[in-house]
């Protein structure tokens, strides 16, 4: 069974780059045709779509982030990495990733960002 | 983007109730809406996918229905462990989006 684990730091300064790294256990990242999926949920908020990636490599990013995100894929580490530039508070939330494209079916437990001087 | 918008935002129930959350779509989404189940500091698990399908797993009380704009999650008979906030999630027209959540409460 597949299991999503996400880490990183948990304080980020404004202004400053926030990177999260999503390990996938239980499956390789590329088996099936899967999409993989970055979501966030701000404290008390609803969820919001930060971007996926498929197995091939393309990616999408909602548009709203697009300027200042990067999603990309580690094979040899099992892993899918997510890059926030210029965060402002507004960015403070629980990070998720997820596997799907448009629903997802195994969702990491997430990690609080806090983006504080 | 489209909006989703979720009625109640909230609820009272009493193990054994049926009850119905409906969600609402600011545009047609055909049958590509989903529902999630989040309890508090958890991630949120699939239960209903493409509107009425159920995800593996789920208990079969747990039910969706509708397409187009207008779309409803059913629990027959609430459980102590439901007690917790559904959301719905459109996934035909990308961004893709969520709605802001039905929290359900004991009553």
């Known amino acids: 069974q597949v299991q999503l684990q996400e880490s990183g730091p948990g304080l980020v300064k404004p202004s400053q780059t926030l990177s999260l790294t999503c390990t996938v256990s239980?499956?390789?990242?590329?088996?099936?045709?899967?999409?993989w999926t970055w979501i966030r949920q701000p404290a008390g908020k609803g969820l919001e779509c930060i971007g996926r990636?498929?197995?091939?490599?393309?990616?999408y990013y909602n548009p709203s982030l697009k300027s200042r995100v990067t999603i990309s894929v580690d094979t040899s580490k099992n892993q899918l990495s997510l890059t926030l530039n210029s965060v402002t508070a507004a960015d403070t939330a629980v990070y998720y990733c997820?596997?799907?494209?448009?629903?997802?079916?195994?969702w990491g437990q997430g990690t609080l960002v806090t983006v504080s001087s | 983007d489209i909006t989703m918008t979720q009625s109640p935002s909230s609820l009272s129930a009493s193990v054994g109730d049926r009850l119905t959350i409906t969600c609402r779509a600011s545009?047609?989404?055909?049958?590509?809406l989903n529902w999630y189940q989040q309890k508090p500091g958890k991630a949120p698990k699939l239960l209903i996918y493409?509107?009425?399908s159920l995800q593996s797993g789920v208990p079969s009380r747990f039910s969706g229905s509708g397409s187009g704009t207008d779309f409803t999650l059913t629990i027959s008979s609430v459980q102590p462990e439901d007690f917790a906030t559904y959301c719905c999630?459109?996934?035909?027209?990308?961004?893709?989006?969520f709605g802001q959540g039905t929290k359900l409460e004991i009553k």
């Open positions: 545009q047609s989404i055909n049958s590509y």
């Open positions: 999630q459109q996934g035909y027209i990308t961004p893709y989006t």
């Open positions: 997820a596997r799907g494209e448009w629903f997802f079916d195994c």
């Open positions: 990636i498929y197995t091939s490599g393309s990616t």
């Open positions: 493409a509107a009425s």
């Open positions: 239980g499956g390789s990242i590329y088996s099936g045709s899967y999409y």
